[in-house]
């Protein structure tokens, strides 16, 4: 895009597909070779902005922000780091609903690398299987951990957990706030945002209207 249409397409949330666009050469290089090339540019960066990189307190920056972007904040961003999830067999017969709720997310926009966070409220009805419950909390931590779109974020977690259980009988709820719009543009500090994704029985207004009415429960 030109700077241009850049500037023309604003914030708006510009997502092709449910996956995460990356190259097919994404994961040829190690980590230590991306966290190396990601310092050498951060660095640049940092003198383009006037800083003193011989100053004891930034000497370091460039390689600490390389080092988080390609271990911490974005380490969502290579499969082979989704956590295992292993399932189990429903031997109880359970049938209703199962909640998960106020699980942290700590994701980035990718239009402006700043920061979402905020929470994510996870539903499911079991069939076969059943899954453990700190198994749905790495799983979105996982999909949080690389640059986002809050409405892709949603989808991936519904779509790997639908997979996962071997159900669409899931429902994701995510509420957070995008410092994209509190810190620079709009600065709106109070506002945040919410999508939910759902499919299966949760089609049916009655098994969204109980997921939502456990929600505020919670809440209270």
């Given at each position: 895009m030109t700077k241009e249409e850049i500037e023309s397409a604003g914030d708006a949330h510009i997502s092709g597909a449910v996956e995460t666009p990356l190259r097919s050469d994404a994961f040829d290089k190690p980590d230590d070779t991306k966290i190396e090339k990601i310092q050498y540019h951060f660095s640049e960066i940092m003198k383009e902005l006037g800083l003193d990189l011989t100053d004891d307190s930034l000497?370091?920056?460039p390689y600490r922000v390389a080092k988080m972007y390609v271990k911490e904040l974005f380490y969502g961003l290579n499969p082979e780091n989704r956590p295992k999830i292993s399932t189990f067999e429903n031997k109880y017969g359970y049938q209703k609903m199962l909640v998960e709720q106020n699980i942290n997310i700590d994701s980035a926009c990718e239009h402006h690398f700043l920061p979402i966070?905020?929470?994510?409220?996870?539903?499911?009805?079991?069939?076969?299987?059943?899954?453990?419950?700190?198994?749905?909390?790495?799983?979105?931590?996982?999909?949080?951990?690389r640059?986002?779109?809050?409405?892709?974020?949603?989808?991936?977690?519904?779509?790997?957990?639908?997979?996962?259980?071997?159900?669409?009988?899931?429902?994701?709820?995510?509420?957070?706030?995008?410092?994209?719009?509190?810190?620079?543009?709009?600065?709106?500090?109070?506002?945040?945002?919410?999508?939910?994704?759902?499919?299966?029985?949760f089609n049916e207004s009655a098994?969204?209207?109980e997921f939502l009415s456990i929600l505020e429960k919670g809440e209270g």
């Open positions: 000497s370091g920056t966070v905020g929470n994510a409220h996870v539903g499911y009805i079991p069939k076969d299987k059943v899954v453990g419950l700190s198994k749905i909390n790495r799983l979105v931590d996982y999909y949080s951990h640059p986002q779109v809050q409405e892709r974020l949603c989808l991936q977690i519904l779509k790997d957990l639908q997979q996962t259980l071997d159900t669409e009988d899931v429902i994701v709820v995510v509420n957070a706030k995008h410092l994209c719009v509190s810190s620079r543009g709009i600065k709106d500090k109070s506002s945040f945002t919410t999508t939910i994704e759902y499919g299966g029985r098994f969204r209207n």
